[in-house]
């Protein structure tokens, strides 16, 4: 596979969890609201939700997979527009998308803050390395 190839990979893959996250996050909140008798009306906002479901951990992930992520998704964007694809931008890409699979099982699963946190500093700091280092190897080229 060409690096392109990969990159857009890299993003289908993480646009894939989100949906897979999107989905189970509906098919539990479905559930739990037949099984509670709530109607939709009365979970219209955040805060009415916090008072109604117990477990939040799916609706959670699923609002982090648009936070940190959006960088990423910006970031690929430009390596794409650009055309400059390193290969070390490659692999970091992969380990960002792998960084945010961990830290959804880990989210949605134990939910052990510290295990959770250690996962996205690694992704911060990944990203941190992929925007550096695609401007200064873009500047130099």
């Not at 609201?33 to 939709?40: D, E, F, S, W, Y």
């Not at 992969?94 to 052990?112: A, D, E, K, M, Y």
Request: proline share 3%.
């Amino acid at each position: 596979m060409t690096p392109t190839q990969h990159l857009v990979l890299a993003c289908a893959s993480l646009i894939a969890l989100t949906l897979f996250i999107c989905i189970y996050m509906l098919v539990h909140r479905v559930k739990t609201m037949k099984a509670l008798q709530i109607t939709p009306q009365s979970v219209a906002l955040s805060a009415q939700r916090i008072s109604k479901f117990e477990d939040s951990r799916f609706s959670d992930n699923y609002n982090h997979l648009f936070e940190l992520p959006i960088v990423f998704y910006v970031l690929c964007t430009l390596a794409l527009v650009t055309q400059h694809i390193p290969t070390w931008f490659v692999m970091t890409a992969w380990l960002f998308v792998i960084s945010r699979c961990v830290h959804s099982c880990i989210q949605c699963g134990t939910n052990n803050v510290m295990q959770r946190f250690s996962v996205f500093v690694f992704g911060v700091l990944l990203l941190a390395i992929m925007l550096l280092g695609f401007v200064c190897s873009y500047l130099i080229q």
